[in-house]
């Protein structure tokens, strides 16, 4: 995107974000500059100064707003929160698990993302505050997603109380255990088994609540 050198924020207590304008220019451009600087150099080559002079930011602004490299970080997660696909509604457990699972591995294995996710996982397994705000990133989806399964337990899918943020969690599982922990090849069918699989279990009752 193109930068604008003359970006300056306003004084804000840190965190704090305000919609449109310059502030919100001003974010967009930090952390654009911040996933790029993730994408190229990793967590520990992140530099609030060369994130400042790629975003087109006064260094004092980004001090003074972000703080730390785990700074960006942090609201960069809930900034892709934010901006996540919505969950799906095909009508259907196998449909929904399913697109949940094709989304997680097309974010995995893009040229772009993969390497932010990993950034951000190795930030995170260092940094309680990166570790906070993955936490919250996934909670968030988590949040989106189970209402598929809410609606499967509606229509009788999986038994009354099955535990819909477990069935969410259970899809994604083996795919960012290839990803980040045995660092496998990932393959779409690799997303089909952990839906299918997740879908079985849910319906076996696997998933229930004690």
């Not at 952390?31 to 087109?56: K, P, S, W």
């Not at 795919?175 to 076996?204: C, G, I, N």
């Amino acid at each position: 995107m193109e930068q604008n050198s003359r970006l300056e924020a306003a004084s804000l207590t840190p965190g704090t974000v305000r919609p449109g304008g310059r502030t919100a220019k001003v974010r967009a451009a930090v952390l654009e500059a911040t996933q790029e600087a993730l994408i190229e150099e990793g967590f520990h080559g992140l530099n609030l100064d060369r994130v400042a002079a790629r975003a087109g930011v006064g260094k004092t602004t980004v001090y003074r707003r972000w703080g730390s490299a785990a700074g960006l970080v942090a609201d960069l997660l809930r900034d892709m929160a934010e901006q996540s696909v919505p969950a799906a509604d095909t009508g259907s457990l196998e449909g929904d698990l399913l697109a949940n699972a094709r989304l997680v591995h097309r974010t995995l294995t893009d040229p772009r993302m993969g390497p932010v996710f990993q950034a951000v996982i190795a930030a995170a397994a260092c940094d309680e505050e990166c570790a906070r705000a993955l936490n919250g990133f996934y909670a968030t989806r988590i949040h989106a997603w189970a209402p598929c399964v809410e609606r499967a337990a509606g229509r009788g899918d999986v038994p009354a109380g099955t535990d819909a943020g477990e069935v969410v969690r259970a899809v994604s599982a083996p795919l960012y255990y290839r990803f980040a922990v045995s660092r496998e090849p990932l393959h779409e069918a690799d997303a089909v088994r952990a839906a299918a699989v997740a879908v079985t279990a849910a319906k076996a009752g696997s998933f229930t609540r004690n």
